[in-house]
């Protein structure tokens, strides 16, 4: 399967443990793109990268969150000292800036839980 | 503040059904509006629109882009069960990376 996968599926912790989930984008793809979603909501832009470079953070991102990408292929998302609001879908997403239009495809997800 | 809104948020349909669902837009220096199917899994890309007035078409399924009353709307004929999902549509600005979502419409299609 070449799509975006991500690990793990399902993660549940307890209220301030830290917890990291990984992406890995389709292998081809230059830019990475992490969202949250939460029950009925669409999904919420958290940041994006292009290559190993952090260009956009969203201002709802608090300083607990922090995502890297290294080498410019997977990336990580890191929660530290995690709240029961944390719980949602992480969804990762990645596209090829292929001239002007780019659409993302989505990786299937980790749902975390924060008891 | 850029925001998209989608209606109705849910339907219920029978199969056989044509069924229309909106978008409205308001993204700044917009540059292309989305559409996504999500079941219960991670959304799956569907059509994206930059030209306004122009019909993108695949099977059972079409969209078209109003980009003077900053609207989209998702065609859908002849409805089966299997396209019991929920539709995303996301706008997304010239300058940017950020994909604006909205909370999306919840399509039921019932035998």
């Known amino acids: 399967d070449t799509g975006v996968s991500q690990d793990p599926r399902h993660k549940i912790t307890k209220r301030g443990q830290n917890v990291t989930f990984r992406c890995d984008p389709i292998s081809e793809h230059n830019r990475l793109y992490w969202y949250r979603q939460t029950l009925g909501q669409g999904p919420e832009f958290l940041t994006y990268?292009?290559?190993?470079?952090?260009?956009?953070k969203s201002r709802l991102l608090s300083d607990r969150f922090s995502a890297e990408r290294p080498k410019g292929s997977f990336s990580t998302l890191e929660i530290q000292r995690t709240e029961q609001g944390d719980s949602a879908m992480y969804l990762c997403?990645?596209?090829?800036?292929?001239?002007?239009?780019?659409?993302?495809?989505f990786g299937p997800g980790t749902r975390l839980t924060v008891t | 503040e850029d925001k998209v809104v989608q209606s109705p948020l849910s339907l219920v349909v029978h199969e056989g059904d044509t069924v229309t669902l909106n978008c409205s837009y308001e993204?700044?220096?917009?540059?292309?509006l989305l559409w996504y199917k999500q079941e219960k899994k991670a959304p799956t890309f569907l059509f994206m629109l930059?030209?306004?007035?122009i019909e993108k078409k695949s099977g059972r399924l079409s969209s078209i882009l109003d980009k003077k009353e900053l609207f989209s709307i998702l065609n859908i004929t002849a409805t089966q069960t299997g396209d019991s999902a929920v539709y995303l549509c996301?706008?997304?600005?010239?300058?940017?990376?950020?994909?604006?979502f909205g909370t999306g419409t919840s399509l039921t299609v019932i035998p």
């Open positions: 930059t030209s306004s007035g």
């Open positions: 997403a990645s596209s090829w800036t292929a001239g002007h239009y780019n659409e993302q495809y």
């Open positions: 996301a706008g997304r600005p010239n300058t940017g990376n950020q994909f604006y």
């Open positions: 993204v700044t220096n917009f540059r292309s």
């Open positions: 990268f292009q290559n190993e470079a952090q260009l956009e």
